[in-house]
Nanobody, 122 residues
């Protein structure tokens, strides 16, 4: 069984920073793409960023490009999302998920974490 556990969420003022972590179980973590998604109240879940198994290829949604950085440490089975210059519109529950291919399509992600709340005050 694969488990993904997010941490690092919290309350921050606009312009501030947070770093989210996604810790995964499983012995072949480096074979999988990991994505970060977010869901604001009353809105659909959207892709924020994803990173290939090797960490060499990344993708960012336009809304976070230049502000967020996704990275991974396969030795620690952990993926990070560094979030800088946070805006109130970044407020959402952030989820990490695993996929066997490099894709932003939500339906290819087979295991999901429980989510961590990020709240950005104005």
């Amino acid at each position: 069984q694969v488990h993904l556990v997010e941490s690092g969420g919290g309350l921050v003022q606009a312009g501030g920073s947070l770093r989210l972590s996604c810790a995964a179980s499983g012995r072949i973590f480096s074979s999988y793409t990991v994505g970060w998604f977010r869901q604001a109240p009353g809105k659909e879940r959207d892709l924020v960023a994803h990173i290939s198994g090797s960490g060499l290829t990344t993708y960012y949604a336009d809304s976070v490009k230049g502000r967020f950085t996704i990275s991974r440490d396969n030795a620690k089975n952990t993926v990070y999302l560094q979030m800088n210059s946070l805006k109130p519109e970044d407020t959402a529950v952030y989820y990490c998920a695993r996929a066997p291919i490099f894709s932003g399509r939500m339906d290819v992600y087979d295991y999901w974490g429980q989510g961590t709340q990020v709240t950005v005050s104005s």
